[in-house]
């Protein structure tokens, strides 16, 4: 049975560590992936908010295409493309398209869809594509999906997640326990289905 899988981008499908060298590099720090202990980065740097913010849009695209695959995504990705559709939803910029589905190519990575919303708030596209299942690293971002679309959100471990989470949402440490969760879940929702044939 296809499911429709929404799957967040950077720091899902991008490994969560991949800014600090762009941001290490441009303003001489040694900032720690274990030390980032939340999602807004500016804390982290020795700039202001806004010129911090300046940096990055400039930069943005020279980071995307630099970014490394998390570990085990793309063999667990091209699995799943096999059998479900793939909606990567991101916070990006539309702008960004062309240089994100580049490093998908690059990847060998295929998709049905991907949508670049400029916002955090993806709750309306998970509802819009009707979404079976959703993928995300941000902790606000997983919560809202999961309460709004009641849908699973498995939520990738990172230090700056580690608030406590609701029952729908599922902390995993990698693609591989991913992967293994959405084989039960896959098995579960044939069963439920075979049970309400009968």
């Known amino acids: ?94 702008h960004l398209l062309d240089v994100t589905e580049e490093w998908f190519y690059q990847n060998g990575l295929t998709f049905h869809h991907i949508e670049l919303i400029g916002s955090h708030n993806k709750v309306e596209t998970v509802k819009k594509h009707n979404i079976d299942i959703f993928f995300e690293d941000k902790h606000d971002n997983a919560v809202m999906i999961h309460e709004e679309c009641g849908i699973p959100v498995l939520l990738f471990d990172t230090p700056y997640n580690q608030d406590p989470i609701p029952k729908g949402v599922i902390r995993v440490k990698n693609w591989k326990e991913a992967n293994k969760w959405v084989e039960n879940w896959l098995k579960r929702s044939e069963l439920s289905s075979k049970k309400q044939l009968v």
């Open 1 to 94: 049975m296809m499911k429709r899988f929404g799957i967040d981008i950077d720091g899902t499908v991008t490994s969560p560590a991949s800014l600090l060298p762009f941001i290490n590099k441009a303003f001489n720090l040694n900032i720690l992936y274990e030390d980032v202990n939340q999602y807004e980065l500016t804390p982290f740097v020795n700039v202001g908010e806004k010129e911090f913010a300046e940096w990055f849009t400039e930069n943005e695209p020279m980071i995307y295409k630099g970014s490394p695959p998390a570990n085990g995504a793309i063999q667990v990705l091209k699995k799943w493309n096999l059998k479900h559709a793939l909606f990567f939803i991101s916070a990006r910029g539309p």
